[in-house]
């Protein structure tokens, strides 16, 4: 009976996995589509930042690349050790990255740059609001887990959810290391 | 070789767990099929009134037009035709095919005809068609909206789908439904995609699933990649039109910083390229499996179509540049365009071959889902073939933006995938409703529907040989167009034979759904595995997970025992 | 029963009387199968590639219909009960089907696209040399929902007040090769004349190109080819093609008339831009 639930559990391990792997291959299209468009604004325009914009100030992109790292790190251990502090550590994180975020608009507003800004601002927006929209989705998935947290044993289909989850949490997490060097390094 | 069993759970007893919010993919099935119909309804409305403002500019619409358009007296005024034009194409496009070739059939039969319990993912199954009904609500709510619904095309092109042109919240809604659709299609299409490579029942290897299966695999794997794409594009015009932000406005990017209409056209065809072959993918799958069953053999190398659908699938993402030959790209790009889309019919005459070998030397017999199955290779044999005067640089110049591409699209879109889906619905109707319909209004159906859309098609691609532009309210005004003018009429006669004809199926379908005859488990005497199991499908589909030892096109085998002329893919492979 | 026929009647017969009023000649539907007049020099370069595409396609075409109708009828179960059981793996049918796939791409695309090519890169996109020849250089600016065309004035230079500006109103000559730079003012049109059979996208924030020769004088259709809102069918402009002769009066006639004419002060007249 155990070898038939191992053999059940394992099929349904590769079975998420390979949806998961499909769902992020369809995500990053999205993704990629908007780093096409940057790439034929940026190619065309033969100066970048274009407008007489600056640079925007590295400061908030800098801090949330720092936030989200810790929580992506937060929520790898949490799948490899079950230690409930990291999860909730991750969550926090999650939350502060959104913070981050609104704290950059604001810091981009007070330099001039709107949404409305011809092509420069249009892209830091754009990409910044998608993926901040993802992450809405990914801190749901997190919520979703709460339950699951505070039960005392993990069974194998917890286990199963959480690394799911931590694998699309990453995800988000490289998107953003990407977004930031495009958008406001390079 | 499926990856795990699934658990037979009990029926849901709760009516909303049953009916409304089933998890069961044949319920999930038969809501979009549902909805599809319904949607094609409404579409088809919307074709005939165009049809008449083209034949008839001036007239009032008849019967409901004094309803609708009481500020004109009934005649339809040239917004609401752009309205109806873009409505239209989006309707039938995402909520007519869509729904019923992808969401009812390849929801229905994939876990069926591979040996599954249900689609790996029944929650996601289920969110699917909920966000996509949701989405054709906003789509209609539109139509309400002061300034009415969305009327730049269904391409909407900015800059005339951004606030320049066209202000209205109906193109903004627009946008969130497409995008909406666009997320409850990439949720089925994850699934089946996971569902084919998981759950394949032991034995089943991919050359061993029907060529339908293979049709969908296909089209959810496009699916997947370029539906997001689409997504991308209506974030960015809805932001344009929401936020103030210029990504598709014009102007030098260097000087004014705005930005460039034609990257949204690039955006769209990347995934409007592919989308017309996910539309006809399944449409090709069905066929190529009901004229091997009705011609009582094997599906002529068989294998060779899946790759060809795997090729094709490929190749379809390389071509999008020959929607855009008049935007003036540069001369290499256009050619290299031009070529790679020559590349496709390669492909395509293998599958004519391979069709054609099908039925060749072939018993066949002539029920109404291979009619419509013959009746799908001949549209499409005509719509493909003139794909190549669109291909070809030059005569596209000409070509481009008339009646020739209409009638090109709606020969290889509307006439292939709705016969192929008329096909689909004669030929599972015992297996999803237990009953079968009528022959002979079926045979009325297919022929008057030939006639009507051989009609349709062909006389819009004479009139764009002879010039007519498309998404005109009235075409009279032009000089160039007056010898065109009955051949409008003529193209608008066969449009409401059409029309009428389907009010045929219509009435077969509600009564055979009513009082039909009750059918055993395979009518059809065909060996896949849905027809292993009673008619209609049982909630668990599958008491014990089949083990399958032979092919799905297993006919006219010589050592088979005389008075049978097929094998079920569970009986091992008669030999000497 | 009657009140459905007379009903449909009504429906049908009405129409057609209507049909009558509004066309000034008679046409059948016969009429419909040709192509508007061609009236410029490399527009049967067009018509004979779709000629020899449409008799490459008829012939698959046919292949293909005979097919579908002849084994329907040879091969029908009651004439032919027994199917021949076979997955076309023999070598035979291979050798078969890849000599089909082959023959259309040899045959039929690759020549294609080789005509294709060889008009496109060597003929449309063979931009006039004006060191070479005289080349009248048009200017045209897409609306909602009317065209302006700009010819330049006895200056030679674009945007200036003697520049010849009309709106719906094209006069070119015969036989001199005519140089269209198009843009629009709004949103995406496209600039195209049916009997010369070319058109070009009239895209905001850039210029697109397209030269012509005219060889008949008459008057033409002009139209937009791409939606572009409400009145897109409106958009309907008249290309006055003249002989040589003709064209230098009505020209010199425009030049005198706008140098007379043009409000320096309004800004609405200088749409035009420099020729690049």
């Known amino acids: ?186 | 070789m499926a990856f795990f069993e699934q658990h037979i759970h009990d029926e849901p007893t709760n009516f909303l767990k049953k009916y409304i919010f089933s998890q069961d993919h044949k319920i999930i099935g038969k809501q979009f099929l549902w909805m599809g119909i319904f949607f094609l309804g409404v579409g088809g409305l919307m074709a005939l009134m165009i049809r008449w403002t083209l034949a008839f500019p001036g007239q009032a619409f008849p019967v409901i037009g004094q309803f609708l358009f009481p500020d004109t007296a009934g005649v339809i005024p040239p917004d609401t035709y752009a309205m109806l034009f873009t409505m239209h194409g989006t309707i039938m496009i995402f909520y007519a095919i869509t729904p019923i070739l992808i969401g009812a059939f390849g929801n229905f039969l994939i876990p069926l005809m591979i040996g599954a319990r249900d689609m790996a993912f029944p929650f996601m199954n289920m969110a699917s068609f909920w966000i996509s009904f949701v989405s054709g609500i906003v789509l209609l709510m539109g139509l309400f909206t002061p300034l009415g619904a969305a009327a730049s095309g269904w391409t909407s092109y900015p800059t005339l789908s951004t606030l320049i042109g066209d202000p209205g919240q109906g193109q903004t809604l627009w946008t969130v439904a497409i995008f909406m659709l666009g997320v409850g299609s990439t949720l089925g299409s994850i699934n089946y995609i996971t569902t084919i490579i998981t759950l394949r029942a032991p034995g089943m290897g991919y050359y061993d699933m029907p060529l339908s299966v293979w049709g969908l695999f296909m089209t959810a794997v496009l699916n997947v990649i370029f539906l997001p794409v689409l997504g991308a594009g209506c974030l960015l015009l809805l932001f344009d039109r929401l936020f103030g932000t210029t990504f598709f406005l014009a102007g030098a990017i260097a000087t004014n910083g705005s930005g460039d209409p034609v990257l949204f056209q690039h955006v769209f065809w990347i995934f409007g390229h592919p989308e017309v072959y996910i539309l006809i993918l399944p449409a090709w799958g069905i066929v190529s499996d009901l004229l091997a069953f009705f011609a009582r053999k094997p599906a002529f190398a068989a294998k060779t179509t899946a790759l060809c659908m795997i090729c094709i699938t490929a190749l379809s993402t390389l071509v999008y540049g020959h929607h855009m030959f008049t935007t003036q790209m540069s001369p290499l790009l256009t050619q290299t365009f031009m070529t790679l889309t020559m590349t496709i019919s390669i492909p395509s005459a293998i599958f004519f071959t391979n069709w054609l070998g099908t039925i060749w030397k072939g018993s066949i017999r002539l029920d109404s889902p291979m009619l419509f199955a013959l009746g799908v290779v001949f549209v499409f044999g005509l719509g493909g073939l003139t794909g190549l005067y669109l291909a070809t640089v030059t005569t596209d110049i000409y070509l481009h933006d008339t009646y020739f591409v209409v009638g090109h699209f709606h020969y290889t879109m509307a006439a292939s995938v709705l016969l192929g889906g008329f096909a689909a619905i004669y030929f599972w109707m015992p297996k999803m409703f237990g009953v079968k319909m009528n022959e002979s209004l079926a045979k009325w159906h297919f022929w008057l529907s030939m006639i009507g859309l051989n009609g349709i098609f062909m006389g819009m691609m004479i009139v764009g040989y002879g010039g007519m532009h498309r998404r005109l309210y009235n075409p009279f005004v032009y000089d160039f167009m007056q010898n065109l003018i009955p051949m409008n009429l003529f193209i608008t006669y066969s449009a409401f034979l059409m029309g009428a004809a389907q009010l045929i199926f219509v009435y077969n379908f509600i009564a055979t759904l009513i009082s039909g005859e009750k059918t055993g488990a395979n009518p059809w005497n065909v060996g896949t595995l849905e027809w292993t199991i009673p008619s209609p499908a049982p909630h668990y589909n599958f008491k014990e997970i089949p083990i399958v030892r032979c092919g799905p096109h297993e006919f006219g085998n010589p050592n088979l025992p005389p008075g049978k002329d097929f094998q079920y893919q569970t009986e091992e492979l008669v030999k000497v | ?276």
Not at chain 1, 108 to 116: D, T
Not at chain 1, 150 to 178: D, S
Not at chain 3, 17 to 27: I, N, P, R, T
Request: glycine residues 6%; contains cysteine; proline residues 3%.
């Open chain 3, 1 to 276: 029963m009657k009140w459905i026929f007379y009903h449909l009647g009504f429906l049908f017969f009405t129409p057609l009387m209507a049909e009558e009023h509004v066309a000034k000649k008679s046409y059948t539907l016969w009429d419909a199968f040709h192509m508007p007049e061609n009236i410029e020099e490399n527009g049967h370069l067009i018509d004979w590639l779709f000629n020899y595409t449409t008799i490459m396609i008829t012939l698959f075409f046919i292949f293909v219909v005979i097919g579908i109708v002849g084994f329907c009828y040879f091969y029908h179960h009651k004439r032919h009960p027994k199917a021949l059981y076979t997955y076309g793996t023999k070598r035979s049918q291979i050798i078969f089907a890849t000599v089909i796939g082959t023959a259309v791409f040899f045959i039929i695309d690759i020549n294609i696209v080789r005509i294709s090519n060889d008009d496109f890169t060597k003929v449309f996109l063979n931009w006039p040399d004006e060191t070479k020849e005289e080349v009248i250089k048009v200017e045209v600016l897409a609306q909602q929902w009317s065209w302006n065309f700009r010819l330049a004035g006895k200056d030679g230079v674009f945007n200036t007040e003697d520049d010849v500006v009309s709106t719906n109103d094209l006069r070119l000559p015969i036989g001199k090769k005519v140089y269209f730079q198009v843009t629009s003012k709004d949103v995406i049109h496209s600039f195209w004349i049916p009997n010369a059979r070319r058109k070009v996208d009239a895209i905001p924030g850039r210029i697109t190109r397209m030269w012509m020769k005219f060889t008949k004088e008459g008057k033409w259709d002009i139209a937009c080819a791409e939606m572009c809102g409400t009145h897109h069918y409106l958009m309907k402009a008249s290309l006055t093609t003249y002989s040589n002769e003709d064209f230098k009066n009505w020209l010199t006639q425009a030049q005198n008339h706008s140098l007379a004419e043009n409000d320096r002060g309004t800004q609405d007249i200088y749409w035009g831009w420099n020729w690049n």
């Open chain 1, 1 to 186: 009976m155990q070898i038939k639930e191992a053999q059940i559990f394992e099929g349904e391990r590769i079975t998420s996995s390979i949806g998961l792997m499909v769902t992020i291959i369809s995500f990053g299209m999205l993704f990629a589509t908007l780093f096409l468009g940057f790439a034929v604004f940026r190619i065309n325009s033969p100066v970048w930042p274009p407008m007489g914009f600056k640079r925007p100030d590295l400061f908030y992109p800098v801090l949330s690349t720092i936030i989200i790292g810790v929580s992506s790190f937060f929520i790898e251990k949490f799948s490899r050790v079950f230690k409930k502090s990291d999860f909730f550590l991750s969550l926090l994180f999650g939350i502060l990255f959104l913070i981050s975020q609104f704290s950059l608009w604001k810091n981009l507003h007070e330099h001039g740059i709107f949404a409305s800004s011809g092509i420069f601002g249009s892209l830091i927006y754009a990409f910044t609001w998608i993926h901040a929209g993802h992450m809405v989705i990914g801190l749901s998935l997190l919520l979703f887990l709460i339950p699951l947290i505070f039960k005392t044993e993990y069974t194998n289909k917890n286990k199963l959810k959480i690394n799911n989850v931590t694998k699309f949490w990453h995800f988000l997490a490289i998107v953003w290391v990407l977004m930031f060097f495009f958008l406001f390094i390079f």
